[in-house]
């Protein structure tokens, strides 16, 4: 599962591995569950802590706004 993926990567420190596998996720979850699902949503808040974690924080906390 590429959520789960993308957070054990994020864990290990390998944040590029770690969006990639967030942003599959997410693309994967709005097309076959919708947008608005819980897991785009779960998808949406783990990818932008990536990004905060990255100093991205604008985008990071834009998607985890939208995650709420």
């Given at each position: 599962?590429?959520?789960v993926s993308g957070d054990a990567s994020?864990?290990?420190?390998r944040?590029?591995?770690?969006?990639?596998?967030?942003?599959?996720a997410l693309a994967r979850?709005?097309?076959t569950r919708g947008p608005e699902s819980a897991?785009?949503?779960?998808d949406r808040h783990l990818l932008g802590?990536?990004?905060v974690d990255q100093s991205r924080v604008d985008e990071?906390?834009?998607?985890i706004?939208?995650?709420l």
């Open positions: 599962c590429f959520d994020a864990f290990q420190g944040y590029d591995v770690a969006e990639a596998h967030l942003r599959d979850h709005e097309r897991e785009a949503a779960h802590a990536v990004l990071g906390r834009r998607l706004e939208d995650a």
